[in-house]
Nanobody
Framework: QVQLVESGGGLVQAGGSLTLSCTVS????????MGWFRQAPGKGREFVSG????????AYVDSVKGRFTISRDNGKDTTYLLMNNLKPEDMGVYYC????????????????WGQGTQVTVSS
């Protein structure tokens, strides 16, 4: 059974930092593209960042470029999202997801999802 478990969310003041983690079990992690998405109340799920299976390629939504950094440790079956200079508009539930293709900004190719972790940014 494939499981993705996110952690690291919480409450932070604007300008602060958080690091999200997503650990995968039940399936080979090292060959999969990983993605981070977020969903604010009343809005759709938005692509935030993605990383290729070996970390050689990354992608970010424009609004987080220069502030967020995605990385992965295939030895630990874990991907990370370092979020700096957080803004109120970054608030939402953050989800990690994976699939065996190239990085995509669409939710559809991703076939396994975590349960999400809440990020709250106070202004």
């Amino acid at each position: 059974q494939v499981q993705l478990v996110e952690s690291g969310g919480g409450l932070v003041q604007a300008g602060g930092s958080l690091t999200l983690s997503c650990t995968v079990s039940g399936r080979t992690f090292a060959t999969d593209t990983m993605g981070w998405f977020r969903q604010a109340p009343g809005k759709g799920r938005e692509f935030v960042s993605g990383i290729s299976w070996n970390g050689g390629r990354t992608a970010y939504v424009d609004s987080v470029k220069g502030r967020f950094t995605i990385s992965r440790d295939n030895g630990k079956d874990t991907t990370y999202l370092l979020m700096n200079n957080l803004k109120p508009e970054d608030m939402g539930v953050y989800y990690c997801a994976k699939f065996s293709g190239h990085i995509s900004g669409s939710v559809y190719p991703y076939d396994y999802w975590g349960q999400g972790t809440q990020v709250t940014v106070s202004s």
